[in-house]
């Protein structure tokens, strides 16, 4: 049996942090061989600072800069040095509202991951769940995807589906959507944790 140490994650998120807490109930359990080294956001107030707290995981503020959908190359240098000299295995996005653009990327290739709340390829951007709905579809669902420097572009990992129900607003549909979200991550990310440690790690 291989022992490889915890795999290092660090988790960057924007918003509530329900998919960074269900990833560090995993950890807490021991369903999750990993360590959170850091979790970051771009907002002071966020809850996912909150959320990290309470798992005892320290935490770092990211200088949004001047664009509220991206961050300052700058910015993504520093970040990319930080999370290096944390010895991060993967980058984990969860709810980061800010797209990650070269530097980050080529620092960390194929090791930065995000999750969406919808079957990728369909309803990439914002809402996505409301998308959904507009749209009509049966069922929707979530997607771990690598990240690359599109919007929700990046390879699949794998996905989860749940029904779309009559009667449903945006809302239960996103809060469908979340519960299978808080499954599927700490799942995909067991799965990364079963194999020998990405390449580039220093
Ligand atoms: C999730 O629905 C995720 O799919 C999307 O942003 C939301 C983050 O929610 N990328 P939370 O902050 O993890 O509760």
């Given amino acids: 049996m291989r022992n490889d140490p915890p795999l290092r994650l660090a988790i960057l998120g924007s918003g509530s942090g329900s998919n960074c807490k269900a990833i560090l109930e ?8 990993a360590r959170a080294v850091v ?21 770092t503020i990211i200088d ?13 240098r520093k970040l990319a040095r930080e999370l290096r000299g944390l010895e991060t295995d993967y980058v ?4 980061f509202m800010r797209l990650v653009r070269q530097p ?17 390829p369909d309803f990439p951007g914002l809402e996505a769940w409301r998308q959904a709905i507009e749209a009509g579809v049966p069922k929707s669902g979530c997607t771990v995807h690598f990240v ?30 979340q519960v299978a979200e808080h499954k599927l991550y700490p799942e995909v990310l ?3 944790a079963a194999q020998p440690r990405p390449a580039g790690r220093t």
Avoid: W, Y
């Fill in 64 to 76: 949004g800069g001047s664009k509220r959908s991206s961050l300052d190359p700058a910015t993504e």
């Fill in 26 to 33: 995993a950890i807490d359990t021991k369903k999750l061989p």
């Fill in 39 to 59: 979790v970051m956001s771009d907002r002071p107030d966020a809850g996912i600072l909150r959320v990290a707290a309470k798992f005892g995981v320290p935490t």
């Fill in 148 to 177: 690359d420097a599109g919007m929700d572009t990046g390879e699949v990992i794998a996905r989860a589906e749940v029904p779309v129900l009559d009667g449903d607003t945006p809302e239960s549909l996103h809060a469908r959507i």
């Fill in 190 to 192: 067991r799965q990364l």
């Fill in 92 to 95: 984990v996005l969860a709810g």
């Fill in 104 to 120: 980050l990327l080529d620092a960390f290739p194929r090791r930065i991951l995000n999750i969406h709340p919808s079957l990728l």
